[in-house]
């Protein structure tokens, strides 16, 4: 399997108003957007022909493809189609080949060559990518633990047991069964296969799996992961600045004698001398003065 479909078009409600600025998967995680932390974790998996489809600030997206060494094709939505309709939407992209799908919010570092591998032995039409520990224990498994039984609930057959990554692999077959150019969720579909005891699994408790669609846990990444050195080379740090915890983009300036504690300031960021920060995120290029806490600015 060579290619993938990010999930890039969603709104990024919980994440206002950082997604004000820019779409929830172009959100910098340590200096880079998370789109790019996917695409890194499907390269691992030998996948480099990306598909990502777009709604809000979609402007945005035209410069992250044009950079990106990566094949990148975009697939632009004046009205949100969502996961089952920006599936369909790119089948013809496809060419009829097997694809992996991965949502554009989140970070992870799972082996996605086990999916892929038990994708492509099962002869399955879908297979999803799942954790064992999670709050969203959606998912109930059969016996053998590699299809899928229920999901939440829905078909009356057993309580969700295991949290949907939101990664999966599809079969072209699977996506000609999707009606063309309606908005629609990809749930149903999923329900119908698994009625139908089609619905494959694998269950990946390797690695880190972070859903990054909400602010605390888009703060919590930075200060657990250590991906990268938390400040930037590029970014310019006063004399008699205190940072604590914090990570600071490329481009930022922080002015002599600005307090920031337990922060991410985004690049391009600007941190007057009056400054005391702390639990903040700064995500636009306006000079911050005086004290905040716990706001996104």
Sequence with gaps: MD??????AGLG???RPLTDHLPKPLVPLFHRPLAAWAMDACARAGIHRFAINTHHLPQAWEGFAAGNPAEVSLFH???????GGGLKNIEPWTGGKDLLVHNGDIFSTLPLEKLIAAHESSGLPVTLALRSDGDASHIALDASATRVADIRRKLDRADGTHVFTGIYCVRPEFTQLLP???KIS??????????????GA???DEGVWLDLGDRESYLKAHFTLGL???????????EGVLLENTVVGPG???ENGAVVRNSVLWPGARISASADLDGCIVCSGHAIEGAHRDKDL
Excluded: K, M, S, W
Excluded at 3 to 8: C, D, P, T, V
Excluded at 186 to 199: E, K
Excluded at 228 to 238: D, F, L, M, N, W
């Design 180 to 182: 063309a150019g309606e």
């Design 3 to 8: 290619q993938a479909f990010i999930l890039g």
């Design 186 to 199: 990809i749930i149903p579909a999923f329900l119908d296969l698994a009625a139908q005891g089609q619905l």
């Design 228 to 238: 990268a050195p938390a400040i930037h080379p590029e970014a310019v740090i006063g």
């Design 252 to 254: 930022t300036i922080v």
């Design 202 to 204: 694998v269950v990946l």
């Design 13 to 15: 409600t919980r994440l």
């Design 77 to 83: 939505e004046p009205i949100l189609l969502e996961t």
